[in-house]
């Protein structure tokens, strides 16, 4: 499996790098800036981006616009935004052009290295991984037609939008997996999402969940 990373702090770039390598992936290119990050994508075929926020020449959303941007480029691309920040704008812009296939993670709330690189696989297969600190600053001040659901079916949503499946769920509540998959269904009917795919449903419910 093929990275590319994008991430100006050099100590930080050479740790990830390191870990990839050492756990089973490729990394084949470190971009620190946008602009390096635009010619990675361009000249590699890779399965997935680890991109960094905060970067040259104004460390504010330089990485986050640089994943919407290859995204726009290169449609589908997992990007994995791996962060010290929660940006709202580009972070909701991003999981409305598509949720699958991306993941935001918050540096200082990752514990283990074991729970990083599941999500690396994880967004790379098409799945969705959020900290459960980006959903709840995107949520504030939404509104939706949440209000339908009972405080159990939101609590089930919450965790489908963190990117777990409905056996992670059950174990997370202490519920039975038949429990599980009722709440979810109920959840699909009260958001009046189409009959499709479970999987598309999810990504449906997810965005439903934080209002894009």
């Avoid at 929660?86 to 598509?98: D, F, N």
């Avoid at 991306?102 to 990083?116: A, H, M, N, P, T």
């Avoid at 159990?152 to 056996?167: Q, S, T």
């Amino acid at each position: 499996m093929r990275v590319i990373i994008l991430e100006d702090n050099p100590i930080l770039a050479e740790g990830l790098g390191l870990l990839l390598n050492n756990s089973g992936f490729v990394v084949a290119a470190v971009a620190t800036d946008a602009d390096e990050f635009a010619k990675a994508i361009d000249e590699h075929e890779v399965d997935i981006a680890v991109v960094d926020v905060r970067l040259p020449p104004t460390f504010t959303d330089e990485g986050l616009r640089a994943a919407i941007e290859a995204r726009r480029v290169r449609p589908g691309l997992p990007v994995l935004v791996f962060s010290q920040y929660v940006e709202e704008v580009y972070a909701a812009e991003l999981l409305a052009a598509g949720s699958e296939g991306v993941g935001y993670l918050l540096k200082d709330r990752v514990s283990r290295v074991d729970e990083f690189l599941e999500a690396v696989r994880r967004v790379a297969a098409g799945g969705t991984v959020l900290d459960p600190e980006v959903v709840s600053q995107l949520m504030v001040k939404r509104s939706s037609p949440l209000d339908r659901l009972t405080p159990r079916e939101r609590e089930v949503l919450a965790l489908m939008a963190e990117g777990l499946g409905n056996a992670a769920i059950g174990e997370k509540l202490v519920i039975s997996d038949g429990a599980v998959h009722k709440h979810v269904g109920n959840v699909f009917l009260k958001l009046d999402l189409p009959p499709t795919d479970s999987g598309h449903r999810r990504v449906l419910a997810v965005l439903a969940y934080l209002g894009l």
